[in-house]
């Protein structure tokens, strides 16, 4: 039944990998990530793990090996953080348009300015879009748990697409936590080998990524969204034999806390979201009918699930620990997809978006309580005054 | 390096095709015939990468393409990373029993834009890890695909669409091209053997792919490449350029292993410049005094490998 350890979220993800059975790895140091990879090779040194980390020249190196890797049959792994991130920008939707399960770790890093290190998710939400699943655990068992359950996802026949793990910096990526690591027998059990039929190979010889006419993209990239609309009913099933196997149980999409009679709740994705349900739980001692919602799956984006689930409330708040210049409705991404999604309810739930921890600060207990204190006055008024706040200077 | 069959002459070399009818190249097009030379000495145990430019755009038109061996389609960028990655991972599937099956030779096909400017990093990257990849540049001396533009090697004084000759600029290109052979050459310790060749020596070319693919780790081959569009002769003539290429020192046929460059073919003498430039409407615009520079930098560059003939000009 494996054994807990008290790890780090960067140790939790390389001991997934390890567990895993990865056969290529590309790494270029860029922190906060940088320890998965660190891990990874003194795995490696030791003969825990049989793989090979291939040192990258930079960020955009290190996608396009694991594309080739994947492309010749190997599962892969890779990482980075910040600038980083975007450095590898030109190959993310090559590897997903020909459909090679890579998985990348994104430790959150602000883009520069500033160049602080702190953390951001505005480096991991900038390829949100690429085609690739995406989402974030907040806590270092939640990142162990989500990269062994996000390849099982990404490799099903059904979906064949990449993934981002998306961990918190600093908040995830280095602070110690209890983590349950599963024996290998089990791990076996949940995740078959990696099988694509569509690889390179002399003895079957096939040609990925020709040029097409423009009369073949819609085709190629209605495929790539069909595959994409495939994933939710495969994310269910690994959840559900995750559980079995590994005795721990996650709501794939959205997970709740203290919502079942709550009037606003607070919305939002990553670590960020344990303040808010300690700041939740300290207002529920009051007498306060609060909760909180934390996004898991952030692409495909829950939007029946939440349409579904959060239509309930009076008001949410939806927190951005994102720097968005110019995006609809003024607070960040996750406020403006969650206002599409609840559109069709109309104006009975009331949405505010709030942008806070930028540059790597800490949202705070007090900066938590304002926020709630503000969704309270909406659902008593009725009436929202100001759509977006952006802490501290607006709220 | 391993043991490698060489290919004694044109009639004696293998019959299999692994490079095909069916694309769109135009005719006369130097890079396609490389390919073709490239494939048939490389063989059926071979997986292609095919960074951007001619060779993947004109090649796999309509979601096909003319290989009949695998073949992926890398950025403009990353010909090398992509080529690692396919490398490492056979090496890793073969170690571990997940594949059956020898390892297959690893060749990047990349224009001089993916060889030695936006993808240099890329190759410098692969070269220095030892990827057992035999990187070759097609080299037609533009970015040919967007329609011809200057790129690191197109030569002094040629027109393209952004060195376009004028009052200010009369001589159109004004830098002096890099020598991508000798950039990676020096400095990458598992590199061992550097190439040059041209489809004008086309059994020279076969033998140069068939010794890169026996190292033990990456190699380096450089190849002439005439594009009758970007330089703008006749596509009749793309043989006859290859060879006054060669014939003039504008383009030096070597091999460079244990810091010696060892020369491809022996020339008595070498004709001027003028004899290849003349019959590229590129150079059409330049004057007396463009083409004594030209002369004077393929001096030096012949003199650099040991080619020391005299220069003859043909008697009128
Ligand atoms: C990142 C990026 N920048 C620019 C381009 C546009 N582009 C497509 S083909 C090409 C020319 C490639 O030139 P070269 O590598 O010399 O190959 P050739 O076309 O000459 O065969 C360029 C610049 C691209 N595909 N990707
Ligand atoms: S432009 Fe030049 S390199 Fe491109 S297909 Fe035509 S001849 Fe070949
Ligand atoms: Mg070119």
């Known amino acids: ?395 | 390096m391993s043991e490698f069959e060489r290919i004694p002459s044109i009639k004696k070399a293998p019959d299999e095709e692994y490079y095909v009818p069916g694309h769109r190249t135009c005719g006369g097009c130097g890079p396609a015939l490389c390919y073709r030379l490239v494939a048939k000495a490389a063989g059926p145990n071979t997986i292609f990468i095919g960074p951007t430019g001619c060779m993947y755009v004109a090649n796999t038109s309509y979601g096909c393409g003319p290989w009949r061996v695998p073949w992926i389609h890398a950025q403009i960028t990353n010909g090398g990373g992509v080529a690692s990655g396919i490398e490492t991972a056979y090496r890793m599937l073969i170690k571990k029993g997940k594949y059956t099956g020898e390892q297959p030779n690893v060749i990047v096909m990349a224009g001089d834009g993916g060889a030695t400017d936006i993808g240099l990093q890329s190759l410098s990257g692969m070269l220095y890890r030892g990827h057992k990849v035999l990187f070759i540049c097609y080299d037609n001396e533009s970015y040919a695909n967007t329609g011809i533009q200057v790129s690191p090697t197109t030569p002094y004084g040629a027109w393209t669409t952004f060195t376009p000759s004028g009052e200010v600029i009369p001589e159109g290109r004004k830098h002096f091209p890099k020598d991508n052979a000798k950039v990676v050459a020096h400095g990458h310790p598992y590199l061992k053997y550097v190439a040059t060749g041209s489809i004008g020596y086309p059994v020279d070319l076969m033998n140069k792919v068939r010794k890169g693919l026996a190292q033990e780790g990456p190699a380096y081959l450089h190849l002439h490449a005439p594009c009758p569009k970007g330089w703008q002769f006749p596509p009749d003539k793309t043989i006859e350029m290859a060879k006054l290429a060669v014939q003039t020192g504008m383009f030096q046929l070597y091999e460079f292993e244990n810091g010696q460059y060892t020369l491809s073919v022996q020339l008595k003498e070498r004709k001027p410049v003028i004899e290849y430039m003349k019959h590229q409407k590129r150079f059409a615009h330049l004057k007396p005094e463009h083409i004594e520079k030209m002369q004077a930098f393929v001096d030096a560059k012949c003199a650099e490998v040991g080619i020391t003939v005299p220069v003859v000009a043909a008697a009128q």
């Open chain 1, 1 to 395: 039944m494996g054994k807990v350890r008290r790890i780090s979220g960067c140790v939790a993800a390389a001991e997934a990998v390890r567990l895993a059975d990865v056969d290529v790895i590309s790494s270029y140091p860029i922190r906060p990530y940088t320890g998965i990879m660190s891990e990874l090779a003194r795995m490696i040194a030791d003969g825990r793990l049989d793989a090979e980390l291939v040192y990258a020249e930079g960020e955009h190196a290190q996608l396009s090996i694991v594309y080739g890797a994947s492309a010749a049959g190997a599962r892969t792994f890779t990482g980075s953080s910040g600038v980083g991130v975007t450095f590898a920008f030109e190959v993310y939707s090559p590897i997903s348009g020909e459909r090679l399960p890579v998985q990348m770790a994104i430790g959150d890093r602000t883009l520069d300015p500033p160049g602080d290190f702190g953390s951001e998710h505005t480096d991991a939400e900038c390829c949100r879009d690429q085609g690739w699943i995406q989402g974030w655990a907040s806590t270092p068992q939640e990142v162990l748990d989500m990269h062994l359950i996000y390849y099982r996802v990404g490799e099903d026949p059904k979906v064949m697409l990449p993934q981002y793990v998306c961990q918190d910096g600093y908040f995830v990526t280095h602070i110690l936590g209890d983590v349950q690591v599963p024996d290998e027998a089990q791990v076996k059990e949940f995740l078959p080998p990696y099988k694509n039929h569509h690889i390179l190979d002399p003895k079957k010889p096939q040609i990925i990524g020709p040029q097409i006419e423009p009369c073949m993209g819609p085709p190629q990239q209605y495929q790539r969204k069909q595959a994409f609309d495939n994933i939710n009913e495969v994310l269910i099933k690994a959840h559900d034999d995750f559980a079995r196997i590994f005795g721990r149980r996650y709501d794939p999409f959205l997970e709740e806390f203290m919502t079942d009679d709550a009037e606003v709740v607070i919305f939002g994705q990553g670590a960020h979201m344990n303040t808010a349900k300690a700041v939740a739980a300290r207002l529920r001692n009051l007498g306060d009918k609060v909760g909180v919602v934390r996004l898991r799956t952030f692409r495909p984006f829950p939007t029946d699930e939440i349409l579904k689930r959060m239509s309930r409330f009076k008001a949410v708040g939806v927190v951005d620990n994102s720097a968005q210049f110019g995006i609809s409705g003024g607070a960040g991404v996750l406020f403006s997809e969650v206002r599409t999604a609840l559109y069709d309810v109309g104006d009975k739930v009331k949405t505010v978006g709030f942008v806070g921890g930028l540059g790597g600060e800490m949202i705070t207990h007090d900066e938590f309580l304002r926020m709630f204190r503000k969704l309270q006055e909406v659902a008593k008024t009725g009436k929202v005054e100001k759509r977006a706040y952006w802490l501290p200077f607006e709220l």
